[in-house]
């Protein structure tokens, strides 16, 4: 509003009169103002009329700043820490990760395309995407597609920003319709079986440790094999996400549950040494195959509190190795 802050002089107990414009006034006769007798009170309206001479009274004016289009800055929203929150998977009734924003020139805000049970709240100029996924089983779509909708004070509206939340089953089918517990990492680690694999895809040349039952703590493969034994849709680790795996269980910062998937006594099964026909590491140590070998035994290992460097195993051809198998879910 364009606003004048005039004082009648004709009146020896002057009020405040404001000029007050619209874009329906007839400025040829008549103009517009609005009153504050009291501050306490709020302001009357009325027109105002040119007098006997044609002319207005006399006031004094204090102007109010307009905003013309294109004076607002664009309202923003920044996703905080790892962009991989906003692009995630989570297992099926299990918390998201939260999805956080920094929001600069924004009025207002909001997120559309949310279920129940996650929701976006805005404290200051923070905003925070946080919940519970759904139940996969009741899901017709397993990807949750949202977007940020931001205005400014001009009534700017734009999209801010976009994501997704994958929910996925928290088992996946073997072949023998053997169920599988799975976990979803956050920080793009990636979904990970934290069960042993216990199939005859991929022709287990072992399934019994020396002196356990059969299967206590899955089967063993030769290396060739491991990579045709993993369930549908996943696939053997590679290096990389290995690597992002063990730094983020040994950073200190995966909750107790997440340490217990590599350091409890069911992870640690051992391998068998075909070499001299011997059994190794049995309560003492995890190994896994990755998919990153050709001619020399690579694999990856966990104790009781850290997952080790992938490393050559103890030497010797590949063949001579007979190793479990634990599988992450393909990005293909």
Known sequence: MLGFYPVNILDPNPDLYYWSSTETADYASYGYYFTSFNPNTPPSFGESVKNQSNTWGTYVARCVRRNPAGVCPAPVAILTGDASTAKQKVLSQKAIFNITYNLFSVESVEVIGLPAGITAARKGNTLTISGTAPDYDLMSEKTIDYKVILTNACGTKTTGSAGSIEVIESTVEGDSGTKYKVYSYPDGIGVWMIENLKENTGSPTMT?????????????????????????????????????????????????????????????????????????????????????????????????????????????????????????????
């Not at 206590?216 to 990389?240: F, H, I, K, M, W």
């Not at 107790?256 to 075909?274: I, K, T």
Request: aromatic fraction near 18%; include cysteine; charge should be negative.
């Open 208 to 332: 019994t440790y020396s002196g356990q039952s059969e299967g206590e703590r899955g089967y063993y493969y030769p290396s060739d094999d491991a990579r045709t034994a993993c369930p549908q849709g996943y696939e053997l680790p590679t290096v990389q996400q290995v690597e992002k795996l063990r730094k983020y269980i040994n950073s200190g910062e995966a909750t107790a549950e997440e340490m217990d998937h590599w350091f409890s006594e069911s992870a640690h099964a051992g391998y068998y040494w075909q070499y001299d026909s011997s059994w190794q590491d049995w309560g003492n140590n995890g190994y896994w195959w990755i998919a990153d070998f050709y001619f020399v035994p690579y694999a990856f290992g966990a104790d009781t509190g850290n997952i080790n460097e992938i490393n050559q195993m103890n030497g010797g051809p590949i063949d001579d190795y007979i190793l479990p198998v634990r599988c992450v879910k393909s990005e293909k």
